[in-house]
């Protein structure tokens, strides 16, 4: 059978240019328009392309805006439009979006694409840049809450074709306008879409390439930051999430995750003003088994040298004796007024108190590991504050389980003891039972022994 060969239609013909330079842009688009309908129902995927293409390129370089939005929305309406016309008529007039004149024009092109990439599986990365472009020109204008709500529309981790970077920056980028907000419920939903081990990915391994059936994933823009910047990014959201709660041993980790991060960790004038806020989150965490690891192996680097006074502070944390406060906050007292200026900011409004409440802490457990039992009194020596603030210290920490105490409040004694439960209390007794019939036994034998010496003796 022949093959018909169906003649190439080309644009921008004379009659359509002839129009261009009289200035007459509706007809030079009429014709277009016409070139577009036969490609569209041929079936030619490349010239229905290049049709919408010069269409609006045309409105472009006559710099007719409400033309360019109405061609927009006419042509991505035509019956049978083909997808790739519609995804490279968006993707061609994204591109003047940074051109319009004014700022209002820009919000109608913004909205024009939103409204024809809206529903679209195949313009759905489009769709979430104009969103982000759109957030941001709301938030420039000081409408915090309206860009934030537009951000929380586009649910990008579920887009397979979106590199890897660009879903981390739109997600952080949903988080830090929540945070803005003061909105800290829903910035931390959208902060748990991002694993943290997302950003421990070998970026020197080379990319597979695609097998046949698989998505291909776009590259990411060049205005998005690479994963080891958008790792300090998040952990700095975080520090912002977790100073609201007042979460010091969080803020301890995020600044450890900082600090762990190769270009931090090469300069000196970075990575000493993140290891001065762990060392502060540090003491100011409350006891706890991590809070414990994290102190021994911070100890234990090296870089603290550079910070001996810091050093030796946490020595005495990790060292079982009892800290002076007074002693202790004047030495400490113009470093922790100076953290203010340092990188990251000053520490929370709290914190001071907080800092005295650690070293009480730290004090009680130093006499609870020397002492089974000891006077009210005496331990309000030992910590110098009033029997008051001794039995209100004591008490918070065995309400939160970090300490196990009883007081005696007529006789005035503490007693440090760990409290049994029902099967230890079995045990020990049938240990001590155990004991006690292996005891019974001897003393049974030693007697037979005794006694058969002592008839033996009588018989001779």
Known sequence: MAVVARPEVKLFNRRSLEDVE??????????????????????????????????????????????????????????????????????????????T?????????IKTLNSVSA?????????????????????????????????QEIAVETFGAMAKTEKIAFILEQVRLCLDRQ????????????????????????KKKPKEGDNVVEEAPVDIPSLLE???????LMIRYHSHNNDYLEICRSYKSIYEIP?????????????????????LSPHDPMQSSLLNSTVEDKNLTEISNFRLLLKQLVTMEVIQWTTLWETYREEFENEKNMLGGSLVDKAAEDFRERII?????????????????????????????AEKHLSDMVVSKSL????????????FQVAKDSNDVLNSWATNLEKLLDVVEKSCHQIHKETMVHKSALKL
Not at 101 to 109: F, H, K, M, S, V
Not at 187 to 198: E, F, H, M, W, Y
Not at 365 to 389: F, M, W
């Open 230 to 236: 958008l790792k300090r990014i998040y952990y700095e």
């Open 361 to 389: 802490e730290h004090n009680i457990l130093v006499v609870s590991k020397y002492y089974s039992r000891i006077t009210l009194k005496r331990v309000a020596e030992l910590l110098c504050l009033s029997l008051q603030e």
């Open 101 to 109: 004149p004014d700022i209002e024009t820009r919000i109608d092109l």
């Open 404 to 415: 196990v105490a009883k007081i005696d409040r007529p006789m005035g004694i503490v007693c």
């Open 22 to 99: 009289e200035g007459n842009l509706d007809a030079a688009i009429e014709s277009l328009l016409n070139q577009e309908k036969q490609m569209r129902l041929a079936g030619d995927v490349a010239g229905t392309k290049k049709a919408v293409t010069a269409v609006i390129q045309l409105c472009y370089e006559a710099r007719a805006w409400k033309t360019l939005n109405d061609q927009i929305i006419l042509l991505s309406k035509r019956r049978g439009q083909l997808k790739q016309a519609v995804t490279a008529m968006v993707q061609q007039a994204m591109q003047y979006i940074d051109e």
């Open 263 to 283: 270009s931090v960790k090469d300069d000196p004038s970075q990575w000493i003003p993140v290891l001065r806020k762990i060392c502060w989150y540090l003491v």
């Open 183 to 206: 909105d800290y419920v829903r910035a931390q939903i959208l902060s748990r879409k991002i694993s943290p081990r997302a950003f421990d990915a070998d970026t020197s391994k080379e």
């Open 119 to 151: 529903g679209k599986i195949y313009v759905e990365i489009e769709r979430a840049r104009l969103i982000k472009k759109l957030a941001k020109i709301k938030e420039e204008q000081g409408l915090i809450a309206e860009a934030a709500d537009l951000m």
